[in-house]
């Protein structure tokens, strides 16, 4: 499979076009960026992670029936995965109150959610990714019908019930996740983007301790540590 030229620049992940013109490749970058940009910095090694976390992500939730652009991983910072029309909404899945929610409603920090919550964000940097919901959509245009958003709805609910006892039984507690969905050349909605500790908070089941990005944009350090952790886990080592 032959890299050609640079498609896009995203803040995680480079994007470039191939001999293939259904399959392009995506770039891992050390770069961590919070705070719509505010904050940055890069960390050696953290791409590759990220691409190890997302390629086994990727194949569990295959084997399980979720449709995904992965191909598959062709070095340590490179994924080849299917070209697909991006869908502008972050899909948010919460199982515990932290993060944005806590601040926006008040909630009690780490308190157990009653039930999974699913929010939509616009993938909009400029407008620093505000609150949708399914109204504000379709009027954007992100989809055309609201069956598509109820799809969405129900897959990243399906992706949480597999990835969330998957990872309890690594002793780590899946918090929440942001996913983002696009629709492939059949017109097909499928799961594209990475999963990695970038944009999954994953807390240690004994001890607490935050295992993700959250040590980044909190200034805790460790980063690469709970990363590497988080594949061994992953991986049963
Ligand atoms: P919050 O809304 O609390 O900041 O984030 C909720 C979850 O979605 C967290 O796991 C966070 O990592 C992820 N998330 C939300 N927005 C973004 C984003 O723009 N980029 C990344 N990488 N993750 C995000």
């Given at each position: ?27 891992f ?19 590759a992670?990220n691409n190890k976390?997302s390629t ?17 991983m062709?070095?340590?910072n490179?994924m ?158």
């Amino acid at each position: 499979m032959e890299k050609r030229e640079l498609l896009y620049e995203g803040k995680a992940k480079k994007l470039y076009l191939t001999d293939d013109k259904e399959l392009v490749i995506s770039e891992f970058k050390d770069d961590l960026t919070a705070f719509n940009g505010l904050k940055k910095a890069s960390e050696a090694g953290k791409g590759a992670l990220n691409n190890k976390i997302s390629t086994e992500l990727f194949k569990l939730l295959d084997s399980k029936g979720i449709p995904t652009h992965f191909v598959k991983m062709l070095d340590d910072n490179h994924m080849l995965h299917k070209k697909v029309d991006v869908i502008l909404i972050e899909v948010i899945v919460r199982n515990i109150a932290t993060g944005s929610l806590s601040k926006n409603l008040g909630l009690t920090d780490g308190m157990v959610l009653p039930f999974t919550l699913v929010e939509f964000d616009y993938k909009n940097d400029e407008l620093g990714d505000p609150k949708l919901n399914d109204q504000h959509a379709l009027i954007l245009g992100l989809v055309k019908y609201q069956d598509e958003l109820d799809k969405i709805r129900r897959m990243a609910r399906e992706i949480n019930d597999i990835l969330r006892p998957y990872f309890a039984d690594k002793g780590l507690n899946l918090v929440d996740f942001k996913l983002e969905f696009g629709k492939d050349s059949s017109g097909n909605i499928i799961l594209v983007d990475e999963i990695s500790p970038d944009n999954c908070r994953f807390w240690d089941m004994t001890t607490g301790e935050k295992m993700d990005k959250d040590r980044f944009r909190q200034g805790l350090g460790g980063l690469k540590m709970a990363y590497e952790e988080v594949l061994n886990r992953i991986l049963g080592k």
